[in-house]
Structures are given as structure tokens and as C-alpha cells.
T-cell receptor
Framework: GQNIDQPTEMTATEGAIVQINCTYQ??????LFWYQQHAGEAPTFLSY??LDGLEEKGRFSSFLSRSKGYSYLLLKELQMKDSASYLC??????????WGAGTKLIIKP | DVKVTQSSRYLVKRTGEKVFLECVQD?????MFWYRQDPGLGLRLIYF???????EKGDIPEGYSVSREKKERFSLILESASTNQTSMYLC????????????????FGDGTRLSIL
């Protein structure tokens, strides 16, 4: 079966750095998304990776290793507004999007 | 900016009722999706559509149907609501049709929290 694993919950301190991991076992791979979802709101697109390596976008970066079936989202200079759930999603060989259950990130002052 | 609008933020219905959830997008996107989101389970795809009058079953289509008569509108129908359909329902849209266009990000509505009593 197809599976995406993310930690259920993480806690970090304002101003610090946090890395949210995502590992996947899917039938093929055609890209990986990260989304942010604040409580009670819609998921919003953060990043897309299809090639190995690091993609940087301001305070947020996303890394992909296709050979390891692994990605991470790196958040720097954490702010209270970064408290949210972070969803990892993989496009499989049939171009279907497989979603992880999400990681709830709690930021403490 | 893309705007995906769902007709209701909160909805309470009774078991056995026929329930309609409406979704409209304003960016001429080909693809539209209906998901439900439950704690610990992530987003699960109910149905999607890649063109007007076209629909494909997702992972959990049982108990649901959809309608796409116009490009901008995608409706989800609960034929006879049951308590296990109490959930958050999210509509999304994206550019492109099938296949290789799946690398386009999906844009989501704010969701409808549906309670079936």
C-alpha cells in the first residue's frame, strides 16, 4: 500500500529552527508538496519538490531525497504565527496525490 | 489570487437527509476536488473532476455523488446522510487536466464543517 509518515506533533520555541520530516512509500514518484494549514482554515501551498536537493523560499526551505523516499520542511526564525499543521503530499505514478496526516507544530514563546 | 468559495462554513443536518455542498472557483481551473478531513487521517479524496461533466472516484466515494455542470462549480451530494459522514469537507481546484498537470498546486476553500445528527 501507499504510505506517508509524518510526526503527529512537534513543539519549538519562537526564534528557533525546526525541521519537519516526511517519509513516503508510494507506487512511483512525480513530485512532493508541502502545505500549511492553520486551525479552522484552508490548507495553503508552501512548496513543490520534484528533483533532489534544497529549495529555499524565505524562512521556509524544503528538501527532497528521492532515493531515500524522504523530505523535510525547515522553518527558520520561528514566529508565533507559524503555529499550524504542515501537510506533506506525494504525486504517485498514476498522478494521484497521496496525503500525509499532517504534523501539528506548536510554537512557544 | 485564486478564490475557492464553499457555500457554508458550518452545517447541521439529520440522518437520512439529502445534503448538498457547493463549491465555486474563480480562476478557470480545469481540476476540482472534494476531500474530507478527519483528525489523524489526513485528507481523503472523495471525488475529483478534470473537466465539465467529467468525474472520477477518489478513495472514499461510497455514500457520495458529485455534479459538475459548469467549469467553475463542483457540487458534492450526500444521498442519504449518516452520522459517519460528520466531518470537515474541503473543496480544491487546480490548473490543468489529468496526468502531468498534477504538479500544479491545489487551492482550497475554507471548508464546511458538517454535523449529521
Amino acid at each position: 500500500g501507499q504510505n506517508i509518515d509524518q510526526p503527529t506533533e512537534m513543539t519549538a520555541t519562537e526564534g528557533a529552527i525546526v525541521q519537519i520530516n516526511c517519509t513516503y512509500q508510494t507506487s512511483g514518484f512525480n513530485g512532493l508538496f508541502w502545505y500549511q494549514q492553520h486551525a479552522g482554515e484552508a490548507p495553503t501551498f508552501l512548496s513543490y519538490n520534484v528533483l533532489d536537493g534544497l529549495e529555499e523560499k524565505g524562512r521556509f526551505s524544503s528538501f527532497l531525497s528521492r532515493s531515500k523516499g524522504y523530505s523535510y520542511l525547515l522553518l527558520k526564525e520561528l514566529q508565533m504565527k507559524d503555529s499550524a499543521s504542515y501537510l506533506c503530499a506525494v504525486i504517485d505514478s498514476n498522478y494521484q496525490l497521496i496525503w500525509g496526516a499532517g504534523t501539528k507544530l506548536i510554537i512557544k514563546p | 489570487d485564486v478564490k475557492v468559495t464553499q457555500s457554508s462554513r458550518y452545517l447541521v443536518k439529520r440522518t437520512g437527509e439529502k445534503v448538498f455542498l457547493e463549491c465555486v472557483q474563480d480562476m478557470d481551473h480545469e481540476n476540482m476536488f472534494w476531500y474530507r478531513q478527519d483528525p489523524g487521517l489526513g485528507l481523503r479524496l472523495i471525488y475529483f473532476s478534470y473537466d465539465v461533466k467529467m468525474k472520477e472516484k477518489g478513495d472514499i466515494p461510497e455514500g457520495y455523488s458529485v455534479s459538475r455542470e459548469k467549469k467553475e462549480r463542483f457540487s458534492l451530494i450526500l444521498e442519504s446522510a449518516s452520522t459517519n459522514q460528520t466531518s470537515m469537507y474541503l473543496c480544491a481546484s487546480s490548473l490543468g487536466g489529468q496526468g502531468e498537470y498534477s504538479n500544479q498546486p491545489q487551492h482550497f476553500g475554507d471548508g464546511t464543517r458538517l454535523s449529521i445528527l
